[in-house]
Each structure stands twice: as structure tokens, then as C-alpha cells.
């Protein structure tokens, strides 16, 4: 019926239709047939010839609408399968085409107005925080971290985290709280993962932050006190003299560090390294002091399961094993030099108030990238207002789940790190205010293509967020950022020497032996590694140096060498005085936190494996041994030898006469009035309590120009008792004065006639020396 209504209201139109055919086909004949009609009305040139191509769709328009749809199909597919490569797709250029999508944002931080709390925490002010994302219900991790004094802490939520979330004295964020908080970064941030802490750092700020602890809920802290390890007080010793290790590394084009090495972990990589730098496990570090103050972003190392990527854990055990790895706790921090970036995460990582803006974690990209990407592109600013990273001894302990990670999650790590760690290095800033420079950067990484447009508003958000909370905004340094790798010739790269800690988790077992020797060398680091070695050459150093250093600098502090010329390519100073002693005292005040100082002559060798009982208290020298502490009369006057004349012993003596009295009563408690003491004091061992004895007596025997074979023995006695110096250490000494040379590894120390006077010489007493340390062989 509805047909034949049409075909009565529409006339010959539709006069050709066939009764017959099915109504929609019908409706699709009568509208062509209408705008055929229409058409001839207007050009009736048009139809006025057989085969057009409008006769053409006309007749096959049923073949062209399945053609049409078919493209259409396939079109809409190639869209789906290349999102986000629509500029490939178009052939439009995708520089181009970015910088249309990525403009720059046009944020004025002079009229932010400020965000007032007016949740039931706007009472909560503190000054320290931990800020952790709380995936499921409180762990013991995070009520042993609210017990901590002075710390508060902040748990963060996301949508899997339980309502209920609860644990006494730590501030819960849930999702619907977070959204009251009204801050602009809460438009950007996913519901499901850990980026959500953004909101936690801009709450403990606005809630008074001084520090912030970037922490992980499953991270134990071993003696429940974050200010063992961190610089955490670091903002009130700014004027404080206490210096950090700077690492360098030698090669000029190397931007990147691995941080594990300096800790003993030569065969470990922390996520982010990138993959390139990997085979690079024995790279030459040297260092240089910088003094501390100003490393405001500092990462602690992790025992136990560090902060590895995907590969790692997937290549480096077996499937039934799980990861444990120690490093060295007694390695001082390092700090990471402008030029050089190290991976930083969000697991163990302080941030003091003038890298607060470097928090913001970017939600672009995967969440396990994103805390590594925020570490790289917040070492490239801090630079800008001179502060630094630092690296820290472990200081908490990470369980191996057995949980796998995942590649895919990495991948733009492991495509992409090493692309963006050269980008940041080279890239030069034109704003002229922190803020918008740290705005800068961000659309610079988005048209790199490293993030999109999303982190470029975000950082927007982020900033205006932190101006509205009331953060202050850094001031730019005025120093330049540029690159300065310095010479060799100007690092005293001997400071500290990286332990090689053992690792099974390189595809096979290391022997037993290897592990012990390795074990005893980290005793021998831990005993001496506060004292400084003060070695006096008596050869030129040209062939020698490097292998006493090598020596003795994997254990000591540090490894002072003396010859009678300096050579600053070697780190040798010149002992031109003939006090020794003078010397000594301006060492020994050069470095006020060594626990003690041990000198020794080159013809020494030190047994350093015997000596772990000696009290580092105590004062060490050489009285027991009767070739080395020579008792002399003044009386005697048969012999040649030059502390015989009468004007020598009256120098010993007016200098005895003009020492103050309690080293007077000292020095006669231990000898009598009628004998003097000659020694070479080849070796001994000065207790940081006994410096400023040692500084003050050897300011009384410049003014006496005494003789250092005179002075030294004086000294020990004049500084205390003998009964109480160490009676133990130096009581086996093997002292050769004939050519024919012994040597045993059960002494302390031995002495020999004469010193290595080049390479060949000294390999062969690291030889002897191996007997007592084997790995000492490797080299030979």
C-alpha cells in the first residue's frame, strides 16, 4: 500500500519501477530515478550520450555501494592498526604536523591563585614526608615507616585500592579525596597506577614538605631510620665543609653511568641503563671532591632485589632462584657530574625542597618508564640551578617476589633511553625563568617525540599546581651548564677504588675460592677504609706509582704518595722538606675524618691481612723491634755516627726541655734522662686522637731542626704512655738488612734493604705478597 500511495502521489517518476521488487529497492530506483530527472532538467547535455559515467554508477550502483563500503572498511582498519602514526599514514611530515598539534602553552605563573585545603587535613604541617602509592592493604613496610620518628607518611590510592585502607598514623588519599584537592594535574592522571603520587607530592608541599622520600610499600628499611644513609638534614649544613666523591668518567662521549659499579656490582645494571652501555662493566672512574650542600635529588641503592629491568631479571637466574643481591654499604655517596645522567627511580629516592618540581611523574608514557624518564629530564634541569644527583650506599631491602617483569611495559626504555639521554645532554634552553624553561623542556621531549602533548599539559598543570600550593620557584644558576670532562692529569682518581663484590647471577657459579677472596678483600676495605696511607718513595715514581697504588688503594681511604720530586700526572707529592715530619702534619689536617694515618717508607710491605685485630686507637711503631729503635746514650761518644756529635744531643735535649709539661712527664715516664732513641720509624700508625699531639710536637721540632730520626721516636714518646700503644700490631716484623731477602705472610710487616725501583721489581713483591692474597695474581 505505501507504494502504490507514492507511485499515485509521484506520477510517471516511477512508472518504470517494477511492481514486484522489494520496497527498499524500490525507494533506492525512485530517488535515482528523481535525481536523474532533476539533473536532465538542468544539463540535459549531460545524458545526452550513451555509456557516461553517470549511466555507469546508475546502472551499477549496487556493485559501487559494496566497493565503497569495502574501502571504507579497510580504511577505518588501517586507522585502528597505526593510531598515533596518522602523519605516515596522511604522508604528511610528522614534524610538521607535531608542532600543529603541540603548541606551546601560554601559562601566566604570576596570576596562579592559590589552592586553600579545606579537607579535615588542612591542620596536618611537617616537614618530612614519605609519599608511597598504596596498591592494596597497608604492609608491615609501611607500619614500620609510620613508626619512624619525624616522618609522615602518605599513602596514595588508586582505584584497586581497598576503601578501608587504614593504618594508624599515616594520611590515606583515596581517589575521591585526591578529587577534592582540586589541583589541575588530577584531569591528566590515570585511575590504576602508581603516577598517582604526583598528587601525594604536591599534598605533603602544600602541607609544609621540606624533604620528600619518594618510597615503595614494599621496601623494608633496615634500622627503621632513613638519616643513617641520606644527607637528610642536608639544607641546614649547606655551609658546612663536608664534601661528596664526583664521578668522572674518562671518556668524553659517555653521558651515561652505572651507578651499581661504584657500590661492587660490576655485572648489575639498574633500570634505565640503556642497553648499549651494558657491556661497559669495568669503565675507568675516576674522582674529584665537590663540596656537598647541593645534591637535592639523592637515590639510595636497594639490597636484596634492585631496581633491575626486565632483562636482567629474565636472563640473570634460573626460574626457581631468586634475586639477592648485596652491594657495598661502607662506599661513600657519589656524585653524578653535570653532562653525565645515571638512571633515577621512584622507589628509594630523597628530594629536598629545591627539586620539588622534579617529582612530577609523566603519564604519557608506561608507568614503568615514567620514573626513569622523570630522572633523566630532571638531571638535565637541576643542572640549570646548580644542584646535582648523588648516589647513596643501600638503605633499604627489596624481597624478590618471583613476579616477572615485563618487556613490553620497558620497551621505551630499552628503545629510547639511550636517544633521550643524548637529546637532554645537548639540548640548550632559551626561556629565561626556571618555571618556563622546565616547560620548555617537556614540549621539547613531546616534539622529539619521547612523550606526547598529554605531558606538555601536564607539566602546565603541574607547575600552576605547585605555585598554588605555595612552592617558591628556584632561582637559575649563573654558572654555564656546558660539559667539562677534566683531565687526568687533574682528578686524584685514586680517592676510592669500587669493591667487585660476588654476583651468581651471571649464568654460572663463581668458585668458592673466588667468593672468599673477595670476602676477605671487603674485611680488608672495611677495617682500613677510613685510613689514609702515606707512602714515601725513595725512587723516582715514574714506573712504581701506579702499583702501589693499585696495591694499597683497594683498601685505604686513600693513598697519599711522597717522592722528592712531584708529579702530577702519577699524584705524586714532593717531599722537598727534610722534616718529614712537617709534612706529616699537613696531611693529617688535610683530611680530618680519617680514623688514622699509617706511613710507610717504599721498602716496606705490609701484611695488611694480619693486622685486623690491631686497635686503630692506639698508637703503632716499630719500639719492639731492636734493629729498628736504636736506645743511644748521651754519654757515649765512640763511633761516627752523626747523632753522636755534642750539638745533636743538645738540640734533643733543649727541645725535650721546651715541650710542654704533660709531654715532658710523658715522654720521661718512657725513658730515662741519660738515653736518647735513633729510629728510622720506617712505618707506624697515628690514631686521629693523637693528630693534634703529633701537629703540635712537630711545630717544636721545625724550631729545634731536629732530625726526623730523632724527632719521630721523640714524638712517640712524648704523646702518651708506651703501655698504651698497641703492643700487638708490628710484633711480627721480618726486618732484612743483609742483601739476602725474606719474606713471610704470617708478619705484619717486612722490611727490605733496598725499594722496587721499577715495574718488573715491584711485580715481583706483589708475587711474594699474593701468599697472603691471591688476588693478587690476576695482576701479574
Known amino acids: 500500500m505505501l507504494v502504490q500511495e507514492e507511485r499515485s502521489h509521484l506520477g510517471n517518476g516511477v512508472s518504470a519501477l517494477a511492481i514486484d521488487k522489494p520496497e527498499s529497492e524500490i525507494k533506492i530506483n525512485f530517488r535515482s530515478g528523481y535525481l536523474r530527472s532533476q539533473l536532465m532538467k538542468k544539463d540535459p547535455a549531460l545524458f545526452s550520450r550513451k555509456g557516461t559515467l ?14 565503497g563500503l569495502i574501502f571504507f572498511s579497510l580504511l577505518i582498519l588501517i586507522l585502528v592498526n597505526n593510531k598515533g602514526d596518522s602523519p605516515a599514514l596522511l604522508c604528511i611530515k610528522p614534524a610538521s604536523k607535531e608542532h600543529e598539534a603541540n603548541p606551546f602553552p601560554n601559562v601566566a605563573f604570576g596570576n596562579v591563585a592559590p589552592i586553600k585545603d579545606t579537607s579535615r587535613f588542612h591542620v596536618v ?42 593504618a594508624r598514623g599515616a594520611i590515606f588519599l583515596s581517589v575521591e579525596q585526591q578529587a577534592a584537592l582540586k589541583y589541575e594535574v588530577l584531569a591528566h592522571l590515570p585511575f590504576t597506577s602508581h603516577v598517582r603520587k604526583s598528587v601525594g607530592y604536591l599534598f605533603a608541599i602544600q602541607h609544609g614538605a621540606k624533604v620528600i622520600y619518594d618510597g615503595d610499600e614494599n621496601t623494608f628499611i633496615p634500622g627503621h631510620d632513613l638519616n643513617y644513609v641520606f644527607d637528610v638534614a642536608l639544607l641546614k649544613s649547606q655551609n658546612q665543609t663536608t664534601t661528596k666523591l664526583l664521578q668522572f668518567v674518562t671518556l668524553p662521549n659517555r653521558s651515561i653511568i652505572n651507578p651499581y659499579i661504584h657500590f661492587g656490582q660490576h655485572s648489575v645494571w639498574p633500570r634505565g641503563l640503556p642497553l648499549e652501555s651494558v657491556s661497559s662493566i669495568n669503565p675507568e672512574i675516576y674522582y674529584d671532591s665537590i663540596p656537598s650542600g647541593k645534591q637535592w635529588i639523592q637515590q639510595g641503592i636497594a639490597n636484596g632485589l634492585p631496581d633491575v629491568d626486565s632483562i636482567f631479571y629474565q636472563t640473570r637466574k634460573s626460574i626457581t632462584e631468586s634475586i639477592n643481591i648485596k652491594f657495598d654499604s661502607h662506599a661513600p655517596p657519589v656524585a653524578v657530574p653535570q653532562g653525565t645522567m645515571a638512571p633515577i627511580n621512584h622507589l628509594n629516592t630523597l628530594f629536598h625542597y629545591p627539586a620539588f618540581w622534579a617529582l612530577m611523574l609523566p ?45 613490553e611495559e620497558e620497551k621505551d626504555l630499552h628503545e629510547n633511553a639511550e636517544r633521550l639521554i643524548n637529546f637532554l645532554v645537548d639540548w640548550k634552553p632559551r626561556k629565561s625563568a626556571f618555571f618556563m624553561r622546565v616547560l620548555e623542556l617537556s614540549h ?63 649464568g654460572v657459579k663463581e668458585a668458592s675460592t673466588v667468593v672468599s677472596e673477595v670476602g676477605n678483600l671487603l674485611k680488608w676495605r672495611q677495617f682500613y677504609g677510613h685510613i689514609v696511607l ?47 715530619f712537617k ?36 698508637l703503632w711503631n716499630l719500639r719492639r723491634v731492636p734493629e729498628a729503635w736504636k736506645l743511644v746514650n748521651f754519654d757515649e761518644k765512640n763511633g761516627s755516627e752523626w747523632y753522636l756529635k755534642s750539638s745533636i744531643k743538645r738540640t734533643v735535649k733543649k727541645m725535650v726541655s721546651l715541650l710542654p709539661i704533660h709531654y715532658q712527664m710523658s715522654y720521661k715516664e718512657n725513658i730515662d734522662e741519660s738515653h736518647f732513641v735513633v729510629s728510622d720509624s720506617e712505618v707506624f700508625y697515628v690514631p686521629k686522637r693523637l693528630v693534634g699531639d703529633f701537629v703540635e710536637l712537630a711545630q717544636f721540632a721545625v ?33 732484612n738488612t743483609e742483601t739476602h731477602v725474606t719474606y713471610t705472610p704470617e708478619a705484619h710487616v717486612v722490611r727490605l734493604p733496598y725499594a722496587a725501583s721499577n715495574q718488573r721489581q715491584l711485580l715481583h713483591l706483589f708475587k711474594n705478597m699474593a701468599a697472603g692474597d691471591p688476588l693478587l695474581l690476576e695482576t701479574i
Not at 54 to 67: A, I, S, T
Not at 551 to 580: C, H, P
Not at 587 to 609: C, H, S, T
Request: net charge negative; with cysteine.
Open 534 to 580: 702515606i707512602l714515601e718513595c725513595t725512587w723516582p715514581v715514574d714506573g712504581t706509582a701506579l702499583g702501589w697504588r693499585m696495591l694499597y688503594g683497594r683498601i685505604f681511604q686513600k693513598v697519599v704518595l711522597l717522592s722528592n720530586m712531584s708529579d702530577s700526572s702519577q699524584g705524586v707529592e714532593a717531599n722537598a722538606d727534610w722534616q718529614t
Open 125 to 166: 604541617h611537617a616537614d618530612k614526608w614519605i609519599v608511597v602509592a598504596a596498591s592494596g592493604s597497608p604492609t608491615e613496610n609501611v607500619l614500620a615507616m609510620v613508626k619512624m620518628q619525624g616522618w609522615q607518611v602518605l599513602a596514595v590510592g588508586d582505584s584497586h585500592t581497598p576503601a578501608n585502607w587504614d
Open 583 to 618: 709534612l706529616l702534619a699537613q696531611i693529617y689536617q688535610r683530611y680530618p675524618k680519617a680514623e688514622g694515618f699509617l706511613y710507610m717508607k717504599d721498602n716496606i710491605l705490609l701484611n695488611y691481612w694480619n693486622l685486623l685485630q690491631a686497635n686503630k686507637t692506639r
Open 444 to 506: 621539547s621531549l613531546a616534539e622529539a617525540g619521547f612523550w606526547t602533548t598529554q605531558d606538555v599539559e601536564f607539566t602546565a598543570a603541574w607547575l600552576k599546581d605547585l605555585v598554588s600550593v605555595g612552592y617558591k620557584e628556584p632561582a637559575l644558576h649563573v654558572s654555564s651548564v656546558d660539559r667539562k670532562v677534566p683531565s687526568l692529569n687533574e682528578l686524584d682518581h685514586m680517592e676510592f677504588v669500587p669493591l667487585s663484590l660476588p654476583s651468581i647471577y651471571l
Open 363 to 407: 603519564v604519557s608514557v608506561n608507568p614503568q618508564v615514567s620514573d626513569i624518564f622523570r630522572g633523566f629530564w630532571a638531571q638535565r634541569l637541576l643542572w640549570d640551578i646548580g644542584g646535582c644527583v648523588a648516589i647513596y650506599p643501600p638503605s633499604v631491602h627489596r624481597i624478590d617476589s618471583g613476579k616477572q617483569i615485563s618487556y
Open 54 to 67: 553517470f549511466d555507469y554508477f546508475y546502472e551499477n550502483y549496487g556493485r559501487v555501494g559494496v566497493v
Open 703 to 735: 724550631q729545634s731542626k731536629l732530625h726526623p730520626r730523632l724527632a719521630l721516636p721523640l714524638f712517640f714518646l712524648a704523646m702518651e704512655p708506651s703501655s698504651d700503644h698497641d703492643s700487638e700490631a708490628f710484633s711480627r716484623v721480618v726486618y
